[in-house]
T-cell receptor
Framework: GDSVTQMEGPVTLSEEAFLTINCTYT??????LFWYVQYPGEGLQLLLK?????DKGSNKGFEATYRKETTSFHLEKGSVQVSDSAVYFC???????????FGTGTSLTVIP | DAGVIQSPRHEVTEMGQEVTLRCKPI?????LFWYRQTMMRGLELLIY????????DSGMPEDRFSAKMPNASFSTLKIQPSEPRDSAVYFC????????????FGPGTRLTVT
């Protein structure tokens, strides 16, 4: 069945470091891909999305490109801030939106 | 828009008691999802509704769990009787059918069963 696999955490970075969180997926058909962020004590929030191959989603300095050839959707940010400390979830949806699959989450801590 | 609303935000109860969690989806959304999040198991989908009809409840852990959606603006998740292993954060999310549309999550209900 469909699934997403994301890199294990936790990840600890210094402020202004470059961030990559890997996400790969397995899916039949043409899924849509998402990154969600969860700040402490809050629900998940959509960070960015891409609905077809080669699309790039971007928001708040974060980017991810839908790579069909490598079945990947890696999250990147050029310069992280302390306020980026959170748990990041990669997710996949089938074309109907009824089947939504979340990765296990990657905890990011950014230290000053 | 107010976003997805969940109540209560925190619930502490004793083992054996009935617990009811409530959710109000975003107005106009016609798909609703209930999730459970724990450190051990991560984020688990419990059940989802389309147009108030339960579509997939295969994630509901036991018969002690039940969910209803009597109308488009309200859903409940009930646990009866509750057990300590039910302690978790329960999230409600809503979306539009016919996607792929993103899901919008509520702030969650933190349940502690002692």
């Amino acid at each position: 069945g469909d699934s997403v696999t994301q890199m294990e955490g936790p990840v600890t970075l210094s402020e202004e470091a470059f961030l990559t969180i890997n996400c790969t997926y397995t899916a039949t058909g043409y899924p849509s891909l998402f990154w969600y962020v969860q700040y402490p004590g809050e629900g998940l929030q959509l960070l960015l999305k891409a609905t077809k191959a080669d699309d790039k989603g971007s928001n708040k300095g974060f980017e991810a490109t839908y790579r069909k050839e490598t079945t990947s959707f890696h999250l990147e940010k050029g310069s992280v801030q302390v306020s980026d400390s959170a748990v990041y979830f990669c997710a996949l949806s089938d074309r109907t939106g009824n089947q939504f699959y979340f990765g296990t989450g990657t905890s990011l801590t950014v230290i000053p | 828009d107010a976003g997805v609303i969940q109540s209560p935000r925190h619930e502490v109860t004793e083992m054996g008691q009935e617990v009811t969690l409530r959710c109000k989806p975003i107005s106009g959304h016609n798909s609703l999802f209930w999730y459970r999040q724990t450190m051990m198991r991560g984020l688990e989908l419990l059940i989802y509704f389309n147009n108030n009809v339960p579509i997939d409840d295969s994630g509901m852990p036991e018969d002690r769990f039940s969910a209803k959606m009597p109308n488009a603006s309200f859903s409940t998740l009930k646990i009866q009787p509750s057990e300590p292993r039910d302690s978790a954060v329960y999230f409600c999310a809503s979306s539009l059918i016919g996607g792929p549309y993103e899901q919008y999550f509520g702030p969650g209900t933190r349940l502690t069963v002692t």
